[in-house]
């Protein structure tokens, strides 16, 4: 045998490994709606376009040598599927007006576990991730003790129980109020990100908009209004949960598990948007 049977060109190897990767993971570096998976790229120091499977809106460092888990389709999954249960209720599903059945998911799923998710996010370096995960998190465990029995304001003994500390609607106003601005924040970051993780926070937003407006009309009286925004917002709210779903499916999901990948929708004013046209103008030439 020659010698150039038993040696490789310079760096050829390392590339053939590259592309082995991205071919076993599903990963397209040039796909113009879909996102490599962040395990599709082995290199340590390469940098990953936003992936809302990774909670991630902007770019973000390789994941190759993370040592735990990835914690956003977790926490994603639990915000989902308690937005689920009460937008079904804030829709009148089926009859259903109580919410009640939303609080033992908001202490436990959408409150507990999805704070847990915050902090694991926090501890791998992700700003956003930890930022939003950690609130939401917050979010469902203190609506939660606002609808507990015995707990909430205007349950018995609670400040708003007679109306002389003022409307629980208003009250309940506010403090959904507040979480819009939080989430229009948040929405925000996402613009150079995603279609579907821009319209997971886009539809979320709305969502607080409409409810917290829902409970403004029904403090003035006009309870067909408040009616109309409460089913408004629950509509966005099963859409935000079902987006939720799909970025926490797409944060799963590769060839190691799935016969077929989910596409992102990368925007075109993304680096990976920005990307994909310069591979195809060079490809074009």
Same mark, same amino acid.
């Given at each position: 045998m020659s010698a150039t049977d038993h040696h490789t060109a310079p760096g050829a190897e390392e590339k053939d490994a590259t592309t082995t990767s991205a071919s076993i993971n599903g990963g397209h570096p040039h796909h113009r709606f879909g996102d490599?998976?962040?395990?599709?790229?082995?290199?340590?120091?390469?940098?990953?376009?936003?992936?809302?499977?990774?909670?991630q809106p902007g770019l973000f460092k390789s994941v190759a040598d993370r040592k735990i888990a990835n914690p956003a389709p977790l926490g994603l999954s639990a915000f989902a599927?308690?937005?689920?249960?009460?937008?079904?209720?804030?829709?009148?599903?089926? %009859?259903? +007006?109580? #919410? @009640?059945?939303?609080?033992?998911? !908001?202490? =436990?799923?959408? $409150?507990?576990?999805?704070?847990?998710?915050?902090?694991?996010?926090?501890?791998i370096g992700n700003t956003f991730g930890a930022t939003a995960l950690s609130s939401y998190g917050g979010f469902w465990i203190a609506w939660a003790f606002l609808?507990?029995?015995?707990?909430?304001?205007?349950?018995?003994?609670?400040?708003?129980?007679?109306?002389?500390?003022?409307s629980m609607d208003s009250a309940a106003g506010f403090f959904l109020m507040g979480w819009f601005i939080f989430t229009t924040i948040l929405l925000l970051c996402t613009l150079?990100?995603?279609v579907m993780f821009f319209s997971l926070f886009f539809t979320l937003d709305l969502a607080f908009l409409f409810l917290a407006c829902a409970h403004f009309a029904n403090?003035? %009286?006009? +309870?067909? #209004? @408040?009616?109309?925004?409460?089913? !408004?917002? =629950?509509?966005? $709210?099963?859409?935000?949960?079902?987006?939720?779903?799909?970025?926490?499916?797409?944060?799963?999901?590769?060839?190691?598990?799935?016969?077929?990948?989910?596409?992102?929708?990368?925007?075109?004013?993304?680096?990976?948007?920005?990307?994909?046209?310069?591979?195809?103008?060079?490809?074009?030439?």
């Open positions: 490599p998976h962040p395990n599709a790229n082995s290199n340590p120091h390469a940098v990953m376009a936003s992936f809302g499977g990774e909670f599927l308690t937005t689920f249960v009460l937008s079904c209720v804030n829709l009148s599903t089926r %009859g259903v +007006t109580s #919410a @009640s059945i939303a609080v033992p998911l !908001a202490f =436990g799923y959408g $409150g507990l576990v999805q704070l847990c998710a915050g902090m694991w996010e926090m501890a609808e507990a029995p015995y707990f909430g304001e205007d349950g018995v003994g609670g400040d708003y129980a007679d109306g002389s500390s003022g150079r990100s995603t403090d003035n %009286g006009s +309870t067909d #209004a @408040s009616a109309g925004l409460k089913k !408004a917002g =629950g509509v966005f $709210g099963m859409l935000a949960a079902f987006l939720a779903w799909y970025n926490a499916f797409a944060g799963i999901v590769d060839s190691s598990n799935s016969f077929f990948l989910i596409p992102v929708f990368h925007f075109p004013w993304s680096e990976k948007g920005r990307e994909a046209r310069a591979a195809k103008a060079v490809t074009s030439v």
